[in-house]
């Protein structure tokens, strides 16, 4: 008996010791992100003291160098401009081809298929200097079309996957009837399957539009000036003389609130979209 | 069942395939092109001439490819096992504790989600020996004072811990999401037989994953062949060419010294490796999802 309870007892031992070393693992990983997000409110001097500062009285400074005094507001706007248009050219284009996927028996299904793959697993270098000559012999290098279109490359290949995997799950049934009522293959997509599949197409949207609102190369040497995004103007700030570190840390926090936000909304998706589907 | 329809339902696919061919295939052809050309700004006067193969010859023999080569390597053979046995480590520690999973799994993705510039921008900013949380520690305790990304030996090494920081999570969250969906009569059985915690993990839990484990390796090492970004931010392939990745240096090759024809053979190249690697990845999910059927 006292066996068994000493047993019990080196059990709920260890099991406050897991709990501590998952609550402290989840510490590394947090810290060095919040320290910068805290970076972003402190004062010059309190960014550069040698003893960190925990307390300190914070500030707006940072943002408005960055935003207001500096050029950050338009790189913003830019960062909206592409993501959004470049997450619209994705479903526009995607989404037909993800439904003839889930319900067709498409001639060459899978060449095609593993095409798409291609671009998503190659390295965006391998991607960009193509599409650097390309925009560069039209004249639209450094332009938002360049940067839109180039972000749509990548996430191409997401889309129609997640998508296929959404109409998937939609019972066939249901199509079935109503071509069997006379509805056209149209219809039933626009009609039928679009409405039901709206939860994923949301879904889909989100990380579609994370992946091009975090997108850094393309954007950095497709948009050059005229079209540079947030992340595409880190770079800038990060000179020889110096780093802008107020600045950085506050084009961070404001880089990284939409992925905050959305993280809540898409983390029971998130496995299937990091994974294409791989894992459920 | 999929049904059939004319033109083997390629009508719908069409306004896909004619962006591919448009901003894909046709830059893509265009660069196989000059890759067998002369193009660079040291002979202005050689442009535009044909020479066949030598790109790729030069590619094969140049020793800073080699090296680029080599970091990569060297880059995924210790991040990439680090990150595995972490990841799995924790996710059996949180199958445990189910209560805690809706609260510590969305704050560990952060790292993982997060733009790859800000990751190196947070890694740069706690490692500034001056002012950074982490630098101060280190320098207090006597190591790299002169700061991690100072040498080379230890930059490289950072950007290795960067990356376990940012993508352990992701491999907790596949293997904890595989747990999760395992039958739970095996453990039940277990359980009365009186086994260890160990036991049920080297006996039904490892058995059981060893589908995933495949697709967990592939994906990241093909994410991390890809890795550029926080890289280019936090070391921009230094000090020296410590930490110059494959990526970087084709990103140098062309955007730095503008040897257009000869990086674009370099890319064509890395095109090559990726391709190779996703059709890996595709025959084994393939495989796993068979199995599963």
New interface residues.
């Given amino acids: 008996m006292s066996g068994l309870s000493h047993r019990r007892g080196v059990s709920r031992l260890l ?1 406050r010791l ?2 501590v ?3 402290v ?2 510490a ?6 919040l ?2 997000m805290v ?1 972003a409110f402190k004062h010059r001097t309190d ?6 500062k925990i307390l300190f009285s914070p500030t707006l400074s940072n943002f408005h160098e960055a935003f207001v005094i500096g050029p950050f507001t338009t790189n913003l706007i830019n960062s909206l401009v592409t993501a959004s248009a470049s997450t619209l050219l994705c479903l ?3 989404l ?2 993800a ?2 996927f889930s ?6 299904e899978k060449h ?1 298929f ?6 998503r ?7 960009v ?6 925009f560069q ?1 039209i004249g639209l290098l450094g332009t938002l079309t360049a940067v839109t ?1 180039a972000q ?2 990548f996430n ?1 290949a997401l889309v ?1 996957y997640l998508m296929r995997n959404f109409f998937n799950d939609i019972p ?1 049934e249901l199509d ?1 009837a109503a071509l069997t009522e006379g509805a056209g ?1 149209w219809q039933v997509f626009t009609r039928i399957i679009l409405p039901l599949a709206r939860p994923g197409i949301a879904v889909t949207a989100m990380i579609s539009f ?1 992946f091009a ?5 393309f954007a950095f ?1 497709l948009g050059g000036t005229g079209a540079q995004t947030l ?1 595409a103007a ?2 800038g700030l ?1 000179t020889p003389h110096g ?1 802008y ?1 107020g600045q ?2 506050a084009a ?1 926090v404001v ?2 609130i939409p ?2 936000i959305m ?2 909304f898409i ?1 029971r998706h ?2 299937r979209g ?3 589907g ?3 | 069942m999929t049904r059939k329809t004319p033109w083997g339902g390629w009508q719908w696919l069409v306004p896909m395939m004619a962006f591919l061919l448009i901003i894909e295939l046709w830059p893509f052809l265009v660069m196989l092109d000059q890759s067998v050309h002369y193009l660079s700004y040291t002979q202005p006067g050689k442009n535009g001439q044909f020479i066949g193969l030598d790109n790729y010859r030069k590619a094969v023999f140049d020793d800073d490819l080699f090296h680029g080569v080599s970091v990569t390597l060297l880059y995924m053979l210790i991040a990439l096992p680090v990150e595995f046995v972490a990841g799995l480590a924790l996710a059996v520690l949180i199958s445990y504790h189910m209560t805690l999973k809706r609260i510590v799994m969305p704050l560990l993705l952060i790292p993982m989600v997060l733009a790859p510039v800000v990751v190196g921008l947070v890694a740069r900013l706690n490692l500034n020996p001056d002012f950074g949380l982490l630098g101060i520690m280190l320098r207090e305790l006597g190591i790299a004072p002169e700061g991690l990304l100072g040498t080379p030996f230890n930059a490289f090494l950072t950007i290795v811990a960067v990356d376990v920081w940012q993508w352990t999570p992701f491999v907790t969250m596949i293997f904890l999401a595989a747990i999760i969906g395992m039958p739970r009569e095996p453990y039940e059985a277990a359980v009365v037989d009186g086994a260890s915690r160990w036991h049920m993990f080297r006996r039904i839990t490892l058995p059981m994953l060893q589908p995933i484990i495949g697709v967990v390796l592939l994906l990241r090492l093909t994410d991390a062949f890809k890795v550029f970004d926080q890289v280019f931010i936090m070391t921009g392939g230094g000090p020296g060419a410590a930490t110059e990745l494959l990526t970087i240096f084709a990103y140098k090759v062309n955007f730095a010294y503008w040897n257009l024809g000869y990086g674009s053979a370099v890319v064509a190249l890395l095109f090559f490796i990726s391709f190779v690697m996703t059709f890996t990845v595709m025959k084994l999910v393939n495989r796993m999802s068979r199995g599963k059927a």
């Fill in positions: 099991g897991e709990l070393v998952i609550w693992v989840t590394v990983a947090l810290a060095p992100f320290w910068l970076t960014v550069m003291s040698p003893t960190p526009v284009l995607g037909p081809a439904y003839a319900r067709f028996r498409v001639y060459g095609v593993f095409y798409v793959l291609t671009t697993m190659a390295p965006g270098i391998a991607l200097l193509p599409l650097y000559m390309f012999s279109v749509t490359t191409l129609v066939r079935e293959e994370l609102w975090n997108e850094f190369l040497m992340p880190f770079p990060v780093t570190w950085l840390a961070s880089v990284s992925v905050l993280i809540w983390q998130l496995t990091l994974t294409f791989a894992v459920k």
